[in-house]
């Protein structure tokens, strides 16, 4: 990777919250409401990329994809011991600050079970990763300490690599496949966008903080900016699928 010599090029310092640790920005009880309710809808979201990477295992069609799978699985509820143990820490009950975001979460899961071993990779690879950018986005906005908590759980697991190599491995075997992953991923897009949307929204604390009321909030433009950020790497995902976006 090379480097700019333009110092404009390089990130802008923190300013505001995100300037501050968690002592001191969670003197704002409204700032702090929002945190928990982003760990919360954060730690529920890798127990239940947990259950589903198990349960996808099942599909696997080699003993290898099998076991590759089953590491990721791990990997997962160990972001979500990160998750739990941090609510802990700060005097939140973890079952609690998970729980309004079940049912969000569950029915997205329901309205996307894949049909086979394919479309669970798709779905795991092109599902999670526009909700991992969501969170990016609003991690930039918390204070330090939350800030790393929550870039290091959206750390990826592995999966990203293996579902590329497989998805396209099995289009260049069968390329009417990539016809119908391309169909299955663009539908994904739209759910996860729209449960992305409904997390927020559904939570006074979280939809303020976002839109400038707590914290340094998107206005919004910046709104508007956000998912086209996330759309445009949708896109350049589904290119190193192999599909068309």
Not at 89 to 102: K, Y
């Amino acid at each position: 990777m090379t480097t700019s010599d333009n110092t404009s090029d390089a990130p802008a310092e923190p300013t505001g919250v995100a300037a501050q640790d968690w002592a001191k920005a969670s003197a704002d009880p409204q700032y702090r409401a929002a945190v928990v309710d982003l760990l919360g809808a954060l730690a529920y979201g890798e127990l239940a990329a947990f259950e589903r990477l198990a349960e996808d295992a099942k599909l696997a069609p080699t003993l290898a994809d099998k076991a590759e799978l089953a590491k990721m699985a791990s990997a997962e509820f160990h972001h979500f011991e990160r998750l739990r143990d941090r609510l802990t820490e700060i005097g939140e009950e973890p079952t609690h600050a998970m729980e309004p975001f079940v049912a969000a979460l569950d029915g997205f899961h329901k309205q996307t079970a894949p049909s086979d071993w394919l479309e669970g990779l798709v779905k795991a690879y092109v599902g999670d990763s526009i909700a991992s950018d969501f969170y990016r986005e609003v991690a930039a906005r918390l204070d330090a300490d939350s800030r790393e908590l929550v870039l290091a759980v959206l750390d990826d697991t592995g999966h990203a690599g293996f579902a590329v190599e497989k998805v396209r491995a099995a289009i260049d075997a069968d390329p009417r496949v990539g016809g119908r992953l391309a169909l299955w991923a663009r539908r994904l897009m739209g759910e996860a966008l729209s449960q992305s949307q409904r997390v927020v929204a559904d939570r006074d604390a979280l939809s303020t903080m976002l839109v400038g009321g707590v914290a340094d909030g998107f206005d919004l433009a910046e709104v508007g900016r956000m998912f086209s950020r996330i759309t445009e790497a949708h896109t350049k995902r589904m290119a190193a699928l192999g599909l068309a976006a």
